[in-house]
Structure formats: C-alpha cells, structure tokens
C-alpha cells in the first residue's frame, strides 16, 4: 500500500517547518524562547488592542499563574512594560519594548525567507490552488468539528460483555428502573 494520506503529508510538512523555524531563529531572537516567540508576536499582531493578562491567558490556555510567571520572565528580560490605564487602577496594559520590537522584526525576515523557500518553484496559479485547497479542508474541519460538537452525547460508561457487547442483564435492568 503506496497511499499516502494528506492529513499526515500535511502534518509532517508543519513539523518540518516549525523545526526549521525553531533552527533558523535569528541569533537576537533566542532570548525570546517559543513560549516568548508566540507571546510577543501576538502582540505586535495586535497593537492596535488593548491587551491585558487575562487576554493572553485566554489566548494561550494557560493559567494565571503561568500567565503571571511568564510576563514577569518577559519583563524581566526587557521584551514588555506593563502600563497602568485610566479606566482601572488594577488593570496593567501589556506592551512591547524596542527590543521586542526588533525580535519580531527578525523574526518577521526569517519567517518570509522560509515562505520564500517552501513556495520555490510554485507557479503563481498553484501557489493560489495550495491556499484555496487549504481554506477549504480548514472550512471542512470546522465544519465537521460544529456539527461533532452539536451531535455529541455525554458519554457515560456502559456495562459491555467480555466481547465488548452491551451487558443485557444490566440494559434489562436499566429499563425496569426507568419504567
């Protein structure tokens, strides 16, 4: 069996990439770690935001003692300044420092340079296929993933047979409690 299925051809070409990101890292991005890396890009992302904490808790899934850990590692290293706002004593706005700035300048280069490498003689037409056939399958496993979640039935575990079957003593006596 020569198949080979496009999700995994697809996964591994993320791998491959995130791998060669991660060894490519400009030198002056090495003081920003992944964690870093991924914080402070959202931020230059979003400067035109308000971003505070819980935002990059929510963001991030962590919690607000990782949240708390890392921003005060990113502050330390001179990556962000968090600035009191007028509307609420309590809440600090988090913002990036030049010296993020100039990471996610580099950070920037080397992420084009590494586009520039994976579209390498890709006509313009089959660049623009790649990413039509890319939003699609991302529609169609949104798609899928709505509908899952819409269907799903809280699970509960069940009484099976040794062979995996449903137990007919326990549905038998199921039905007579609910009766």
């Known amino acids: 069996m020569d198949q ?3 999700s995994i051809e697809m996964r591994s070409l993320s791998k491959a990439v995130d791998r060669y990101l ?8 090495r003081v920003a770690t992944g964690g870093n890396a991924h914080i402070i890009v959202f931020l230059a992302r979003n400067r035109d935001k308000d971003i505070y904490q819980h ?4 963001k991030f899934c962590i919690t607000r003692s990782t949240a708390s850990r890392v921003l005060a590692l990113m502050e330390k290293k001179g990556l962000i300044v968090r600035e009191p706002v007028p509307h609420d004593a309590r809440l600090k706005r988090i913002v990036l420092t030049s010296k993020a700035d100039d990471i996610v300048a580099d950070l920037r280069a080397n992420a ?4 520039r490498l ?15 056939c890319i939003r699609r399958m991302r529609e169609n496993i949104n798609e899928a993933q709505h509908e899952f979640e819409q269907h799903e039935v809280p699970r509960t575990p069940a009484a099976t047979s040794p062979e995996g079957k449903p137990d007919s003593q326990d549905h038998d006596h199921m039905k007579e409690e609910h009766a």
Not at 22 to 29: F, K, L, R, T
Not at 118 to 131: A, H, K, N, Y
């Open 22 to 29: 991660g060894e490519s890292m400009p030198e002056s991005a």
């Open 55 to 58: 935002t990059i808790e929510q």
């Open 112 to 115: 084009e340079r590494t586009e």
């Open 118 to 132: 994976l579209i390498d003689g890709l006509s313009p037409l089959e660049q623009e296929t790649m990413r039509y």
């Open 4 to 6: 080979h299925v496009l």
